[in-house]
């Protein structure tokens, strides 16, 4: 026996070499071929969010399939019987998985409907969307009817089964009758869900409004005949009858009644036979239940066990199958302590309601009134629920954590070696998502039956399993292509182990003296050995079962074959567990509970619990398993989803993060150091930025791409928004391309710099208020604000436009200048209609007649300073403004603004000439010719030489000031204010003595408010108006009667006089032989600084007009 057991396994040992050898030789192919493929370059291993492939292939194996039916038709032909029930344990099982997501897509119908009326504005229209999206739904309500009739069919055929197994000479054993019970009670279950869900639906209680809304469309003459016909309409009729039954008739008792009908087909030895396992089957259910409860609470969180005892109980009772007293009043108590169990969030059973409807001779008596608000529970006992929720968390994440540090070292090991270790961790790992999805679904149903709700830790929790889950499932996908090297290997070992069992147990059985027994056990063995050599499919592995539970009972076998029998069950049962996708935890069939009640997390909880993590990978697992459920549950809820995903919540959260971030790093030498930096909780989320593509409804979300542009509109708006500060945003950007690894793309703005100024084109928007609010320095080319709310003058100099000019370039100049010329234009209208105006007009005609009569006398050397003193008095009579100012201070004013904004056309061009001069680096020492001279050059090149010739061109223009804009502003204006016309312009130059006279009284009350406090609107300099007054002379061309008028001469010997006065005055205080008068000498003193005071003022005027005239020559 020890011989052949050693060549048995030196033999599996050979072929499991052979077979590696050919896996390595054939993943080295794998591997030189991913290296021809272009654009394969390596890429450093990043955690990725779903690393799922983008494109999923999903086959079925037609080989498996050819060789089930070639199985069935030859080798099962001994055990007709075995296979049968085979065939329909596994069409319940896969009814089950389909009526799982039925049972979904049923839920999410009221929200559809709740969908579809939420736009409307009245209430018809908001049931006749409601009503509409019924009919959207009809052809679902009759792929559920479909279902369920199926399962009254496989129902009716497993009782069957069951009753002509006690015909048949074959054994039949109550391991069989047991294993049918069991997908017989999963069906009942589904079935009774279908009950609850359509009765408490939203969907019950409109179906009359719905059936008179289709009579009403179908006798509406106004649609056309050609729409529908009769036939069609009678089709309709009767599906609509069919789905009523499921809708709002109770589909339970009419499984009961097509059972009836069964009943009476049955003989007694039949019913006997079935009283007899039906009864231990209740018993075993029973006790199941009452082990299996750690605690009382245990079936509200689990309530399916409950479900399937009733609903088989109720069956059995309809069949009229004696049941023992004990286990009636076992029932009847474990029913009235669940007074109501919830199937989900909003929809709730009472089985002792339930039983009472379809099993009354069982409840003694009357069901009591149904206890809406669920049992009482006292706060400790929830606290305690929650400390143990949160305890087991935690116990499954070490765990896992363990169970993943271990699967790693073995794929760093190597498979092949420790193929026993990689199976226990793929079963262990099974196991673990299982335990994670059971507690999260019974923490929900808890809370559920129990009318207590949710709060956010709850809900954390069951954040924190999913996030468990799917780490389970990354373990397993970012292994894939080991998996799926190894999975085949270590199927290959499990089936040589079993065959290998397989054959010591047949051996020892034909030893045995069991020859009653012997060839059923052998036809069965044989049968079973068959099953394993071919593909372990379910379907085989539940006749497997079947076969070799019969041998399992201590009077057949000794406990020894019994041990072998086990070993070889939970081997097979490994071998189907090995080939589950542990994806399916996520997917329709298996967590339809989950995606239900994932639809309830409210959002911002959901963000609030995203925020909270501090470990990337978490972020990462909650993100795709988020991405996860979003998917499965789009197909029920449609386009229209208003939740917004973790994948959004994750991206606005990073977005802000990294870019708090990243100011904190650019503004990082303004922090004094830290004496503690190891205590600062720095939090690194840059591993979320490699996170993967996740799809959702057909578009890919990337959260490198999404920061990126995020990063990218951001530094543009900002640096748009303030353009002095762009190194600042420059340098945040040069810090996401190196420490973020991202790239976003450069603004292409004109940058600026801190001490930049008020920009050109604020400038030229506003040039109203700049020329009447800013004083004008002609010798240091600077413009000063006059008064402020602030502590500090704006000043605008020559460096300012030179910064401007080169953030907007050169173009600007000619764009301002328009502004500057349109501006003139309004105050050549304010000038031309006040020497228009009659009071002016008639004493200027006045002074001109005076000044042509005396002009040419030897007496008449200059303008008489009294004159000029006169006509002022004049004009102050003529009246005030609001603010005390004459007509003569708004005129001064009109000839200033319009000084000052030619002085910032001059400081324009000194600016441009500034900016061309700091370019001088980009342009060349020689004139040299850029053009290609005949040869070849791409179009690309040539059309950049042309762009930077044009430019050089344009920066020589504007740097050899061959642009006078001075000459330009004169000849813009010239032929309308020189039009024989307009004679009043004709007389301007007699009104400037008294505006000089203006401007100098001005000027030196200015500077006296100086050394008083609190005075606003104080300026030094107002050079504006001697510009503003040459520019207008040299308009009207009147300058050479501007200098016959001799009013330097008349001003100089003014005061000359004065200044002689006051020292007659000091010569005769110094003669006398009286006292000196000391109030005299005072008031002589204030005088002499008063005509020193004016003399500097006319001789400052005076120089600055000389320099103006330069402008304009």
């Known amino acids: ?443 929900i149903n808890r809370h559920a039956a129990l009318m207590t709700p949710m709060t956010k830790f709850d809900w954390f929790v069951i954040s924190r399993l999913l996030q468990y889950l799917k780490i389970l499932q990354n373990t397993f996908e970012s292994n894939q292509i080991n998996f799926v090297r190894f999975i085949s290997s270590l199927i290959q070992w499990q089936k040589q182990k079993v065959l290998h069992l397989l054959h010591t147990t047949k051996k020892k059985i034909v030893d045995l003296k069991l020859l009653q027994r012997k060839m059923n056990f052998l036809s069965t063995m044989k049968l079973v050995e068959k099953s394993i050599i071919g593909f372990p499919s379910k379907n085989r592995l539940t006749f497997t079962n079947l076969a070799l539970g019969e041998f399992l009972d201590n009077r057949i076998l000794p406990a020894d074959n019994q041990k072998l029998i086990r ?197 030229m928007r506003n040039i109203h208020t700049f020329a009447s609010s800013y004083a004008y320095n002609m010798n240091l080319q600077l413009f000063v604000e006059t008064h402020s709310k602030s502590k500090h003058l704006d000043i605008i100099g020559t460096r300012h436009v030179a910064n401007s000019v080169q953030t907007h370039g050169t173009g600007i100049i000619n764009t301002t200048v328009n502004f500057i010329y349109q501006f003139l234009r309004q105050k050549f209208y304010t000038f031309s209609t006040f020497l228009h105006d009659e009071q002016i007009k008639s004493r200027l005609l006045k002074e001109l007649r005076f000044h042509s009569e005396h002009k040419h006398s030897k007496e008449y050397q200059s303008y008489p300073y009294e004159r000029a003193d006169s006509f002022l008095k004049k004009i102050r009579k003529l009246g005030c403004s609001g603010n005390g100012e004459t007509y003569m201070d708004l005129f001064r004013k009109v000839i200033t603004q319009v000084g000052n904004a030619v002085g910032y056309v001059r400081l324009l061009q000194a600016g441009s000439k500034n900016a061309n001069f700091r370019s001088r680096s980009y342009k060349t020492r020689l004139d040299s010719n850029f053009s290609s001279g005949g040869s070849k050059v791409h179009e690309v090149t040539e059309g950049s030489i042309k762009e930077y010739e044009k430019s050089l061109g344009h920066m020589k223009e504007c740097y050899s000031d061959s642009t006078n804009y001075f000459r330009l502003l004169l000849q813009g204006f010239q032929p309308f204010l020189c039009n024989p016309h307009n004679h009043h312009l004709k007389t301007f130059y007699l009104i400037t003595p008294a505006l000089i006279m203006n401007y100098i009284d001005y000027r030196v009350k200015q500077k006296l408010k100086i050394h008083k406090k609190d005075q606003s609107k104080i300026s030094l300099f107002e050079d504006g108006f001697a510009i503003g007054l040459v520019y207008i002379l040299n308009l009207l061309n009147q300058q050479l009667e501007f200098y016959e008028l001799g009013w330097s001469q008349t001003t100089t010997q003014h005061l000359n006089e004065e200044r002689s006065k006051v020292r007659d005055i000091l010569t005769r205080q110094q003669t006398a032989t009286e006292q000196l008068d000391e109030k005299l000498l005072q008031t002589v003193a204030i005088t002499e600084r008063h005509v020193n005071a004016y003399e500097h003022e006319y001789n400052l005027l005076y120089a600055t007009l000389s320099s103006s005239e330069i402008f304009f020559q």
């Not at 109550?174 to 009774?192: G, P, Q, T």
């Not at 009636?328 to 909003?346: E, F, G, P, T, Y």
Request: proline content about 2%.
């Open 567 to 763: 070993s070889i069950i939970l081997r097979a049962n490994n071998i189907s567990n090995l080939m589950r996708d542990i994806r399916g935890q996520l997917d329709l069939s298996d967590s339809s509970s989950l995606i239900y009640n994932y639809w309830f997390i409210n959002t911002l909880v959901q963000k609030e619990y995203t925020e909270m993590q501090r470990n990337p990978f978490s972020l990462q697992s909650i993100v795709s398993v988020s991405h996860n459920l979003d998917k499965s549950m789009a197909i029920f809820r449609g386009s229209r989803c208003p939740k917004q995903s973790a994948n959004d919540l994750i991206i606005k959260f990073l977005c802000n993060h990294l870019e708090f971030y990243l100011r904190v790093e650019a503004l990082s030498h303004l922090f004094q150091n830290q004496d503690q930096p190891f205590q600062q909780s720095a939090l690194d989320y840059r591993l979320c930025i490699n996170a993967g593509s996740t799809e959702n409804g057909g578009d890919y979300n990337i959260i490198r791409d999404h920061l990126e542009n995020y990063f990218t509109a951001t530094f543009y708006n900002l640096t748009t928004i303030a353009p002095h500060d762009w190194k600042s945003y420059e340098k945040m950007r040069h810090l996401a391309n190196k420490v973020l690894k991202l790239r976003p793309m450069d603004d292409h703005l004109p940058k600026q710099i801190i001490d930049q100024g008020i920009d050109v084109l604020q400038i």
């Open 1 to 443: 026996m020890k011989d052949e057991q050693s060549s048995m396994s030196m033999f599996a040992e050979d072929i499991l070499k052979d077979y590696g050898s050919f896996m390595s030789e054939h993943d080295g192919k794998l591997k030189l071929l991913r290296n021809e493929v272009p654009n394969s370059d390596f890429v450093e291993p990043s955690s990725c969010i779903y690393m799922a492939p983008v494109i999923e292939v999903n086959f079925v194996g037609n080989d498996s399939i050819v060789s089930d039916k070639n199985f069935e038709e030859s080798e099962l032909v001994a055990n007709k019987p075995l296979t049968t029930l085979a065939n329909l344990c596994n069409q319940c099982r896969n009814l089950s998985r389909k009526a799982k997501r039925f049972q979904l897509a049923f839920q999410f119908t009221d929200f559809r409907l709740d969908d579809s009326s939420q736009f409307q504005s009245f209430e018809g229209a908001v049931l006749e969307g409601a009503l509409v999206s019924m009919s959207n739904s009809m052809d679902f309500f009759c792929q559920v009817y479909f279902l369920l009739k199926r399962m009254i069919v496989i129902l009716q055929n497993l009782w069957r089964q069951i009753a002509a197994s006690v015909c048949v000479p074959v054994d039949v054993n109550e391991v069989h009758i047991f294993a049918v019970f069991d997908v017989m009670a999963e069906l009942l279950e589904h079935v009774v869900v279908f009950n609850e869900l359509a009765n408490q639906s939203k969907i019950s209680a409109m179906w009359s409004l719905y059936k008179k809304w289709l009579v009403t469309l179908s006798n509406n003459s106004g649609l056309s005949s050609d729409r529908f016909t009769s036939m069609e309409l009678n089709g309709l009729s009767v599906s609509l009858v069919d789905i009523e039954n499921v809708i709002t008739n109770d589909f339970f008792r009419i499984l009961l009644d097509s059972l009836m009908e069964l009943k009476k087909q049955l003989s007694l030895n039949v019913v006997n036979y079935i009283t007899q396992h039906s009864n231990a089957y209740i018993r075993k259910q029973l006790l199941d239940i009452d082990v299996s409860q750690s605690n009382e609470y245990r079936n509200y969180e689990d309530p399916k066990h409950i479900i399937r005892l009733t609903a088989f109980v109720a069956v059995v009772h309809e069949f009229g199958i004696q049941m023992e007293g004990k286990l009636v009043r076992s029932v009847v108590d474990l029913v009235a302590r669940h007074k109501q169990v919830s199937i989900n969030r909003s929809v709730f059973w009472s089985p002792s309601s339930f039983l009472s409807q379809h099993a009354k001779t069982l409840m003694k008596s009357p069901a009591r009134t149904q206890d809406t608000h669920g049992p009482k529970i006292h706060s400790t006992v929830l606290e305690k629920f929650k400390l143990s929720d949160q305890k087991s968390c935690r116990q499954l994440g070490t765990q896992i954590s363990l169970w993943s540090i271990r699967m790693q070292r073995v794929f760093d090991a190597g498979v092949f070696g420790h193929l026993k270790t990689f199976s226990q961790l793929i079963l262990t790992g099974q196991s673990y998502a299982n335990q994670v999805t059971v507690l999260a679904v019974s923490l």
